[in-house]
């Protein structure tokens, strides 16, 4: 193919003046960007490619211009030759970072499968809205089928009845269940809105995600209703706390209405005691939210199913298969055992979609959701699910989690070299390199001089490994404590022992070149 230019056709005895990729050409650039993107996804296991080709803004704006496909969309922007897109399509991949790398472990989200980035590709290709059952059968159908999965897995009230949507991300999953919440306990809320009734709060622990408060200011709730529960040492509510603020929110003539639970908390790795919440809202009748975008897979592996144990006493609950299981983003599920109330909550009944008397009309999910517009989310999972079984996915989670023992056990026994910054949990392992110059460290015992210096470490050796390509591992710090590595294990199933150990051994180099005498 070769560069276009503007042709001019006749459509209905108008001349329509034409530029770009013809119809006739479209085929052949289609099939050369599918080999393209096919070489990258089987090239993602690749060790001798980097992690990420580090580049500024300045730097990827001089990188397209070389491709002759500059990032600057201008006034008047002209066609460009299907040569320079081909070359636009291939500099985009090559300075993305390779989230499907075995060192990518920045982020609660990795490799993607080849089954599901298909199933995304195909849901692209079709380019339909899951609003109505009329221009999405197939997606609607789905969509209804893996929600009833996800309930049975979670079990309980679950199995027995809900409902549910695909969401577009986590975060939006917890604000449904806040929503939900708040209109079951108030159900005039909807029209009246918050002025002239009851001064409502949520609680949620202190280590919950920050979704959660950004539900609060959707919702109308406010940030000074947003009650932050202690956690204990390892990160989990603490039930106790819970109760005594339940208690003293109802003394103060407040309405509590909404508990925000977590399973697999974001830096570590935490479950909340699900089953003592659980009897503790039952008791003050507050709807209580499972956020499990993290670590709800572990339902599907019989070695760690037991974290999720309580989880369905809930009344929601927020499920993020683009992370655990290796979905492409975004993949994210919402479901409640609370049949009909998404529809009583956000239902608009726009008469130019929503018609009573149409076909099949009692099968449309977009009056369920507070967007119009959705994509076909659900038929990735679908689709990986059918291909993998319970089975196969009970592996691969099973496996992320005997990696993160693996890191923690090598950590142990380094020999003060890696010190753990908390108790692993489940496939969460925070971590120090200590400096040769602080061995053996205690953070109970460290100075506050020399947590001040191990603070600029972690920082200073990631900046140095992704400069040069190598891993990427996220770092911060919590709760008084200098940063410290936060190491991930999301869909890792080509992750290798043999891979973490190799790792641990660069991170060792790294630091060992950085701070040879504690030069910080």
Known sequence: ??????????????????????????????????????????????????????????????????????????????A?????????????????????????????YARADAVSIAADWLAVAANTNVHTYEVAPVFTAVEVEVLSKLARCIGGQYAQSHDGLFAPGGSISNIYGMHLARNHADPGYRTRGAFGGPHMVALTSEHAHYSYLKAAFLTGLGTQNLIKVQCNDVGQMLPEALDQALVLAKEQGKMPFFVGTTAGTTVLGAFDPFQEI????????????????????????????????????SDSLAWNPHKLMGLPLQCSAFVTTHKGLLQQSNASNASYLFQPDKLNQEY???????????????????LA??????????????????????????????????????????????????PPALRPF???????????????????????????????????????????????????WTVSTADLDALMTRIDAFGTKLFPALQV
């Open 278 to 313: 659980a009897a503790i809202c039952k008791q003050h009748k507050v709807w209580m939210h499972v956020d499990g975008c993290w670590g709800a897979a572990a339902l599907l592996s019989p070695e760690h199913c037991h974290l999720m144990k309580g989880c369905e006493l």
């Open 442 to 492: 205690n953070p109970s015992t460290a100075s506050e001089q020399d947590l001040a210096n191990l603070g600029k470490v972690a920082p200073r050796i990631k900046d140095a490994m992704q400069k040069a390509g190598d891993a990427m591992i996220g770092f911060q710090p919590l709760q008084g404590l200098p940063n410290f590595f936060r190491i991930v294990f999301p869909s890792a």
């Open 80 to 108: 460009t030759p299907v040569d320079s897109l081909l070359a636009g399509v291939s500099t985009a991949l090559q300075y993305s970072v390779r989230t499907g790398h075995p060192g990518f472990f920045n982020q609660l």
């Open 1 to 78: 193919m070769t560069g276009q230019g503007a042709k001019a056709s006749q459509q209905n005895g108008h001349e329509v003046q034409q530029s770009g990729i013809e119809e006739r050409q479209a085929d052949e650039f289609l099939k050369k960007v599918a080999d393209i993107l096919c070489a990258y996804v089987s090239s993602q296991s690749d060790k001798d490619e980097p992690v990420v080709r580090l580049a500024n803004p300045d730097v990827l704006k001089q990188h397209f211009e070389e491709a002759r496909i500059p990032l600057e969309i201008e006034d008047g922007q002209a």
């Open 364 to 382: 449309d999910l977009g009056d369920k959701t507070i967007q119009c517009g959705r994509r076909a989310d659900a038929f990735k999972l679908w």
């Open 385 to 434: 699910w059918k291909a993998y079984g319970d089975q196969g996915y009970g592996a691969r989670v099973t496996h992320s989690a005997d990696l993160a023992i693996h890191f923690e056990q090598k950590i142990k026994s380094s020999g003060g070299a890696f010190v753990l910054s908390h108790p692993r949990s489940f496939v969460n392992v925070c971590f120090w390199w200590i």
